[in-house]
Every structure is written in C-alpha cells, then in structure tokens.
T-cell receptor
Framework: GENVEQHPSTLSVQEGDSAVIKCTYSDSASNYFPWYKQELGKRPQLIIDIRSNVGEKKDQRIAVTLNKTAKHFSLHITETQPEDSAVYFCAASSLSGNNRLAFGKGNQVVVIP | NAGVTQTPKFQVLKTGQSMTLQCAQDMNHNSMYWYRQDPGMGLRLIYYSASEGTTDKGEVPNGYNVSRLNKREFSLRLESAAPSQTSVYFC?????????????FGAGSRLTVL
C-alpha cells in the first residue's frame, strides 16, 4: 500500500519567516494530496489539497507544490504567525487504494514570536 | 450542523474491560473511519466503512470491532481493552468529490487503559 513520509519531524521558525515541510509518497498511482493541520488538543482539519494534474496551488499564505516525477509534495507557509504553530499531516490517496488516505506521521511546527 | 460527533470524550478503563466509542455524522457522507493517534505515530486507520453496510480493516484492526449501524453512525468496540490501546481515537467521515476524499474529523476520544 501507499507509504507517506514527512520531513523534518520538528521545525522551528522565527515569526515572519517561511516554513517548508516536505512529504514523499511511494505509490505512483496516487492522485490526491491533502494537508491537515492539528492544533494542540484539537481535531485535524484540512487546510489545502492538490490533485495530480496540478503542480502548485496557493491559498493566501499557504501553498502546496507537487513533483510527480520525484514523488514528493511540499507545504509552504509564508510570513509565519504564532497561530501557525501546530502539527501538520500530509496524506496521499489513489483510486487503486480505494481512495483511502495514507497519512504521514506529522510535522510539529513551532513559530517563535 | 454538528458535523461529526463522537462520545465519550474521555474514558478510563481497566485491562480486560470492554467499551464502545460512538460516532455520528450529519453531513450525509457515505464513508466513515476510525483512526487512532499516538505520539510520533501519526494517524493510523483502524477500520473504515466505504458505505452503509460495508466495513473493512485498516492498518491496525487487531483488538477492535466496528459496526456501521446506519448511514449516520459508526461505532468502534474494544472487547477486552489492553494498555496498548491507550490512545486518542478520532472518527471521521467523507464524501468523495471530483477525486478528492476530504475528511471531516470528530473532536476525539481520549482512552486510557490501566
């Protein structure tokens, strides 16, 4: 089945700087790549997603890029703010995998004021 | 519109006891899921139900059973709890749209097995 890995496991950034989290996936048939944000003690929530027919997608301060050849996708957060501190999970799914999402283990992002 | 509601929020069990986690969604989603979250392990799928009347094993099904009672409700049962089942459990539901499987999660249930 699909295997999703995230790097780095923990990332500390100064407020205002950019943060980048990278995920790799194993199944070349995967075609949908969401990112979920989980604040401390809260539920995971979708923040952005990308389909395999698109190379980049932006939503205000966050963006996701996809490199299908290398089988990796990244979350970019610009002008980080304290409320960006959270655990971020990437995931991947494919029709061959019954559209079930395979999640990475998560990245802890800490924004230092 | 409550979304995904799961109960209880907290539970302490002794080894060998049984319990059922309840989950209900009001978004008319076909698919429902149970995940467990442990530190450093991310979200691991226990069981899922692609549609009413079907259930399938996920990554870590041992020690659990599920019931898709109707389209709204999906319960997770621990027949004989073990300390290794101490975790935070999340129920989720989804509806595939244009190839995207967007999950809506419940607030989580923190289970401690002594």
């Amino acid at each position: 089945g699909e295997n999703v890995e995230q790097h780095p496991s923990t990332l500390s950034v100064q407020e205002g700087d950019s943060a980048v989290i990278k995920c790799t996936y194993s199944d070349s048939a995967s075609n949908y790549f969401p990112w979920y944000k989980q604040e401390l003690g809260k539920r995971p929530q979708l923040i952005i997603d990308i389909r395999s027919n698109v190379g980049e997608k932006k939503d205000q301060r966050i963006a996701v890029t996809l490199n299908k050849t290398a089988k990796h996708f990244s979350l970019h957060i610009t002008e980080t703010q304290p409320e960006d501190s959270a655990v971020y999970f990437c995931a991947a799914s494919s029709l061959s995998g019954n559209n079930r999402l395979a999640f990475g283990k998560g990245n802890q992002v800490v924004v230092i004021p | 519109n409550a979304g995904v509601t799961q109960t209880p929020k907290f539970q302490v069990l002794k080894t060998g006891q049984s319990m059922t986690l309840q989950c209900a969604q009001d978004m008319n989603h076909n698919s429902m899921y149970w995940y467990r979250q442990d530190p450093g392990m991310g979200l691991r799928l226990i069981y899922y139900s692609a549609s009413e009347g079907t259930t399938d094993k996920g990554e870590v099904p041992n020690g659990y059973n599920v019931s898709r009672l109707n389209k709204r409700e999906f319960s997770l049962r621990l027949e004989s709890a073990a300390p290794s089942q101490t975790s935070v459990y999340f129920c989720a539901s989804s509806e595939r749209s244009s190839g995207a499987n967007v999950l809506t999660f419940g607030a989580g249930s923190r289970l401690t097995v002594l």
